[in-house]
């Protein structure tokens, strides 16, 4: 059986150790069957040109129509209760790409919990609000998200886990 | 007006992509939105539109359903980045532009200011790192990699001026006068 390729999105090539950490990763994929897709060297640079910046897109646009499963890193990233926002755009590519998606997260309780903001109960709408009114998602991720993947509570080998189960019900 | 798949001229259907639904200016926004959308001969859909009302189990996921169901019947997508709750755009709107750079579809976000993103107010050392040892990129973007596959402008309306351009060209292209913006 050919093996499956896998596209990974996430905020971990921004960091210093990015090409370490997915050599890791590939020991992985590879533990679990499948294929980490190869990245372009200058996907851990931090610097570039504009044009080199779109020429990169363009192959890792390329990278998620020609991947088998797709799995997003959705812990929060800068922000409160929101993941990296890359990853988000990522994902609604891979869905227009119909591919299989996962995406993990270390606490997947529901937004309103998760936040550590100033919060408080709405007795009208029932609901949590923030300190600007503001409502949550009603799960642990956006509606688009939670519903376009299979999220899974845990890291990386989690996910890997799930989409080996999959793979071998199938 | 622009060129649709079947050769057909018509006015373009845009998706506005968004978090606007969560705040209480929402009504007097989308108005406005799609009165610049009609300046410019585009149609503004605002997904919350006929977003289903009947509660029950499965509520979220007809709410998903609902908004996916109106990508699919749009022609391209403006999409609100300004920050949410933080440094990142809402990952709801990013994941709708995404789905429409999938599908080859005409593809515009806004984000106010349009700072390039080493410019932008998040804490970084002088290597360029935050306090969770995540880069800043410095790329000649106001966001990460895969956004410069969208066309980026400083508000709504810059953006519909920069697809009405786009449009334009492809009109003219074919032999057909550009639209005359109101």
């Given at each position: 059986?050919?093996?499956?390729k896998?596209y990974l999105?996430?905020?971990?090539r921004?960091?210093?150790?990015?090409r370490?950490?997915?050599?890791?990763?590939?020991?992985?994929?590879e533990k679990?069957?499948?294929i980490?897709?190869?990245y372009p060297?200058?996907?851990f640079?931090?610097?570039?040109t504009?044009?080199?910046?779109?020429?990169?897109?363009e192959k890792?646009?390329?990278?998620?129509?020609?991947?088998?499963v797709?799995i997003?890193?959705?812990n929060?990233?800068r922000?409160?209760?929101?993941?990296?926002?890359?990853?988000?755009?990522?994902?609604g590519i891979?869905?227009?790409?119909?591919?299989?998606?996962y995406a993990?997260?270390?606490?997947?309780r529901?937004c309103?919990?998760?936040?550590s903001?100033?919060k408080?109960?709405?007795?009208?709408?029932?609901?949590?609000?923030?300190?600007?009114?503001i409502?949550f998602?009603?799960g642990?991720v956006n509606?688009m998200?939670?519903?376009s993947?299979?999220?899974?509570?845990?890291?990386?080998?989690?996910a890997l886990?799930a989409a080996?189960?999959?793979?071998d019900?199938h | 007006?622009?060129?649709?798949r079947?050769?057909?001229?018509?006015k373009?259907v845009?998706y506005?992509?968004?978090f606007e639904m969560f705040l209480?200016?929402c009504q007097e926004?989308?108005?406005?939105?799609k009165?610049?959308?009609?300046?410019?001969?585009?149609i503004?859909?605002?997904?919350?539109e006929?977003?289903?009302?009947?509660p029950?189990?499965?509520?979220?996921q007809r709410v998903?359903?609902?908004d996916?169901?109106?990508m699919?019947?749009c022609?391209?997508?403006?999409?609100?980045l300004?920050?949410?709750?933080?440094?990142?755009?809402?990952?709801?709107t990013?994941?709708?532009?995404?789905?429409?750079?999938?599908?080859?579809?005409p593809?515009?976000?806004f984000?106010?200011?349009?700072?390039?993103?080493?410019?932008?107010?998040?804490?970084k050392?002088e290597?360029g790192?935050?306090?969770d040892g995540?880069?800043?990129?410095?790329?000649?973007?106001?966001?990460?990699?895969m956004?410069?596959?969208?066309?980026i402008?400083?508000?709504?309306?810059?953006?519909?001026?920069?697809?009405?351009?786009?449009?334009d060209?492809?009109?003219?292209?074919?032999?057909?006068a550009?639209y005359?913006?109101k």
């Amino acid at each position: 059986m050919t093996k499956r390729k896998v596209y990974l999105s996430g905020p971990d090539r921004l960091k210093k150790n990015a090409r370490d950490l997915f050599e890791q990763k590939k020991k992985l994929c590879e533990k679990y069957g499948f294929i980490l897709t190869d990245y372009p060297e200058d996907l851990f640079e931090l610097k570039g040109t504009l044009e080199e910046n779109r020429t990169l897109a363009e192959k890792r646009l390329q990278m998620i129509e020609d991947c088998d499963v797709f799995i997003a890193d959705v812990n929060d990233f800068r922000a409160y209760v929101e993941p990296f926002g890359e990853t988000a755009l990522e994902m609604g590519i891979a869905y227009g790409y119909d591919k299989k998606m996962y995406a993990y997260m270390k606490d997947a309780r529901v937004c309103s919990l998760r936040y550590s903001g100033k919060k408080g109960y709405d007795e009208v709408s029932k609901s949590w609000r923030d300190a600007d009114g503001i409502g949550f998602e009603p799960g642990p991720v956006n509606l688009m998200l939670e519903y376009s993947a299979k999220i899974i509570e845990g890291d990386l080998e989690a996910a890997l886990r799930a989409a080996k189960e999959d793979e071998d019900v199938h | 007006m622009f060129i649709d798949r079947n050769g057909k001229v018509r006015k373009p259907v845009v998706y506005l992509a968004d978090f606007e639904m969560f705040l209480p200016t929402c009504q007097e926004t989308v108005k406005y939105w799609k009165k610049v959308c009609d300046k410019y001969g585009f149609i503004g859909l605002f997904p919350g539109e006929g977003d289903p009302v009947e509660p029950g189990e499965d509520y979220w996921q007809r709410v998903f359903d609902h908004d996916y169901t109106h990508m699919r019947n749009c022609d391209m997508c403006i999409a609100q980045l300004d920050d949410w709750r933080g440094h990142e755009c809402d990952s709801g709107t990013a994941f709708e532009l995404g789905w429409f750079i999938a599908k080859g579809l005409p593809s515009y976000g806004f984000y106010t200011g349009k700072t390039p993103l080493i410019n932008r107010d998040i804490e970084k050392d002088e290597d360029g790192y935050d306090p969770d040892g995540f880069g800043v990129e410095d790329r000649e973007y106001p966001f990460e990699n895969m956004f410069t596959l969208v066309k980026i402008a400083s508000d709504f309306e810059s953006a519909c001026s920069l697809a009405r351009a786009d449009f334009d060209e492809q009109l003219i292209k074919n032999g057909y006068a550009p639209y005359e913006v109101k």
